[in-house]
């Protein structure tokens, strides 16, 4: 019991520091304002037969909900192989717009088809998540061309239910993870997020997140006419807020409050 309450301890001054590293970061560069990411969710848990899905409507702005520029469509369908490994087969729409000039239509749009694996392990109130995801990327630019590319990702995510063992009815609970973006043709690591927030399912149905992500990109050293660029990182802070609808199922066991993002 000793052990399990330190462990618990450990984790939610890690969730906290997390927390205080991002706020500290925004603080940091008052030329990037923070921005906002608004995710509404829709999800079918597998049922008897293990077929599940879900369909996700997704819209980001540069300011704090406003200055809107970016919005994500997608949809896909899942099969659980068992309670802890779970296939999926899903695509989407994506499109980014110049948020001072929305009228003249996006920057550019792509359409995305993605395959992923999830292994899931439940440690007594620990709970991981691990996401393998490869996606093929078609983009059309307003320039009008069509360049293609190929993706990696890997996620690692962790929840703590606060109030009881699992995740179910009347649970609040805290959710942090990490994912890294790898591209085959460079930069090779191209992205990295890392969230941390605080969660509450109110039923089978209703879920609602709130939390803080910090999205980085990487652009790879170059050298030219004599002349080294090393790596350059840019980062951006977000207050995301998310809310899931779950279809309700006869079955009622516990689902991770993941992200499909």
Known sequence: MIRRSLAFCLVISFFIGTISRTLAQTSLTPATPLGSWLIATVQLPAGDKKW????????????????????????????DLDKNFSLMVA??????????DLSAGPLNTEKRIWEQLIINQYLTRLKFEHRYRIEQRWF????????YRNRVRYRLNMFVPLNNRTITDKTAFLSLYDEIFVNPLGPTFERN????????QFDQRWIIQLGLINQTNYNPATFESGVFTPQLATGKNNIVVGLTYRLKRSKNSEKLPSQPD
């Open 140 to 147: 059309t630019y307003r320039d009008g061309t069509t360049p």
């Open 193 to 200: 997020r890392l969230y941390a927030g605080v969660g509450y």
């Open 52 to 79: 599940g899905g879900f369909a996700e409507l997704q819209a980001r702005s540069n300011g704090t909900f406003s200055q809107y520029f970016y919005n994500e469509l997608k949809a896909g369908v899942s099969y």
């Open 91 to 100: 695509g989407g729409r994506y499109a980014t717009y110049d948020y001072q």
